[in-house]
């Protein structure tokens, strides 16, 4: 079974900091990418996603990430963090093994907060 | 931008009462899935549904849980009998296919006393 990693379970920076959050997945055939964020109290949102292509993914709000396939990772970065970036932060892999319905597995997940 | 719509947002049962959340994929969709959210946890799989019926479903979707589309808009999550330990935030999410991601809900959160 597909597993996801998140190595950092609670992250505090203050503004202006730069971002890295490392996410590590353990299916080593082709998969898509995905890193979500939640706002206390709200559902998942898709920061940015990985299918196919250029390794280096832009998403929303400033965030981009790369897919290293020799070390099976996917680290979301920010250059420069806001106060509104305080959230949890899930990496999820769906692997496309043929054969298999798709499914997004979720890493236990990264608080980030900020300080103003 | 399409959603997915979840109803309703909050519900609070007794426990051993049987609850039914409901899920209004986004209409071109074709895969539709539920997971949960234990708070302070992981958001975890329960099961998938395509063609109209269950492609995969985790070790959490024992016999208490079943899936349903019921017509051609909605789907939905019945647990029968629920336990105080299924309280939880629950999302639907759909797709459109292999080359699309994952849309979720708003989520329902599910309370159990």
């Known amino acids: 079974a597909q597993s996801v990693s998140q190595h950092n379970h609670h992250v505090i920076l203050s503004e202006a900091a730069s971002l890295e959050l490392g996410c590590n997945y353990s299916?080593?055939?082709?998969?898509?990418l995905f890193w979500y964020v939640q706002y206390p109290g709200q559902h998942l949102q898709l920061l940015l996603k990985?299918?196919?292509?250029?390794?280096l993914v832009k998403g929303i709000k400033g965030f981009e990430a790369e897919f290293i396939k020799s070390k099976f990772s996917f680290n979301l970065r920010k250059p420069s963090v806001q106060w509104s970036d305080t959230a949890e932060y899930f990496c999820?892999?769906?692997?496309?093994?043929?054969?298999?319905?798709?499914?997004?597995?979720f890493g236990s997940g990264t608080q980030l907060t900020v300080l103003p | 931008e399409p959603e997915v719509t979840q109803t309703p947002s909050h519900q609070v049962t007794q426990m051993g009462q049987e609850v039914i959340l409901r899920c209004v994929p986004i209409?071109?969709?074709?895969?539709f899935y539920w997971y949960r959210q234990i708070l302070g946890q992981k958001v975890e799989f329960l099961v998938s549904?395509?063609?109209?019926?269950?492609?995969?479903k985790s070790e959490i979707f024992d016999d208490q849980f079943s899936v349903e589309r019921p017509d051609g808009s909605n789907f939905t999550l019945k647990i029968r009998s629920t336990k105080l330990e299924d309280s939880a935030m629950y999302f639907c999410?759909?797709?459109?296919?292999?080359?699309?991601?994952?849309?979720f809900g708003s989520g329902t959160r599910l309370t159990v006393v």
């Open positions: 999410a759909s797709t459109g296919g292999d080359t699309y991601g994952y849309t």
């Open positions: 299916y080593g055939g082709t998969v898509n």
């Open positions: 990985y299918f196919s292509g250029d390794p």
């Open positions: 999820a892999v769906d692997d496309r093994r043929s054969g298999s319905a798709r499914q997004l597995t």
């Open positions: 209409s071109n969709h074709l895969y």
């Open positions: 549904f395509y063609n109209n019926e269950i492609s995969e």
